[in-house]
């Protein structure tokens, strides 16, 4: 029975498309080994995988920088902090492949240092330099529309990374894992690839699509039921068409937004679901429309199944689940990333994107009164929902992993 011990980082966009892969290779009488944190037990011994706790600092955002982008710094200190927890462990498991999340440095390491051969997962866009060259083009002016993520985002993380102090920071920490490990040097964190590298996104959503090759395998999303608790008062939901609004789990207390979206929408036709997340103090919303059922926690999947609109961060998760759906999407996003993810949805024609910083009541009603009406719009989404449904998604994953498992025997 082949074993494979699958790492992630501990946040929902990231597990959220390798789950399923997870739960599929036990389907096929594989041996997997998932280590997450205690938030993740349920899900995770919910598709036949083993469970093994790790502990993960996410404390005050620490892994985002300035303008919402992956802070390196962090994901290497946590992987010196991690390393001594966990590694013995993962030796005596003698796994035979290691499956882990691009952004997760510790489960690169771990590979190298067991000389355990290593499969990548994309929960995004795969990286290259020509991918890098072509968004750092499309970026440039940009930076304004992220003013709002950048006055949110921790004291921690406003510090420039190429500040010499954080240079010195990064080299430190570096140079310990490699003494520690007796490591060659670290190439590039955003653009270290393995000889098999799985992306949960369609080809045609990727950025610089033609310069990925072989190596990489587009499986688009893997979308199933959460296998999560949930208490959400599905009985509260009427005839009205649904319009769902989320910004994700991380950068989503933002209380002028959700205060626009009640000026915009309170006396539009549509019922209206909003995720105000865990860090928004309920009471602070002040009166909800009617229109409105505001919730900390929502199921996305299962509501986007009735939503006719989604208004989103630009998750490339969330773009995923909702283009899978056939929603129609007003994207305003956080980050960087979340930039990218909006520029692919207008270039497609799938949607409307607000820029962070230009947001309005008007605006946003807008928005929503020309998505609602094209006809553009719709047939393109169409058209997108039967590429992402012939993508394959976690049984393609599946497959593509074991063939390679077989020509490394």
Known sequence: MTKFLFFNTPWHGHINPTLP??????????????????TFKHAVESTGAVFRHISVSTEND?????????????????????????????????????IYDTACLWGRLLAQILSVPAICVYFSYATNVQMLRLV????????????RTQTSTSPGTQAAVSSPDFVLKMHNATEQLRRTYHLPPLDNFFLHSEPLNIVCVPRIFQPASESFDERF???????????????????QLNQQPLLYISLGTISNDHLTFYHQCFEALGDQPWQIVLASGKKVDQSALGPIPDNFLVRPYVPQLEILQRAKMFITHGGTSSIMEALYYGVPLVVVPQTVE???????????????????????????????????????IRG???????????CGGRKQAADVILQFAKKSE
């Open 21 to 38: 892969i997870a739960q599929e290779l036990v389907a096929r009488r594989c041996e997997v080994i998932c280590y997450l944190t205690d």
């Open 62 to 98: 620490r892994y985002l920088t300035s303008t919402g982008g992956p802070n390196p710094l962090y994901f290497i200190e946590e992987s010196n902090r991690i390393l001594p927890q966990i590694l013995d462990d993962v030796r005596t498991e003698r796994p035979d492949y290691i």
């Open 136 to 147: 750092s083009r499309r970026l440039q002016g940009t930076q304004a529309g992220l003013s």
């Open 217 to 235: 395998v587009f499986t688009g999303p893997s979308i199933q039921p959460r296998l999560e608790e949930t208490q959400f008062p599905f009985e």
């Open 338 to 376: 979340q930039v990218m993810t909006a520029w692919r949805v207008a270039d497609l024609a799938l949607g409307i994107t607000i820029e962070n910083a230009a947001v309005t009541a008007q605006g946003l009603r807008e928005a929503v009164a020309t998505v609602a009406r094209s006809s553009t």
């Open 380 to 390: 393109n989404l169409e058209r997108m929902q039967q590429v992402m449904r012939d």
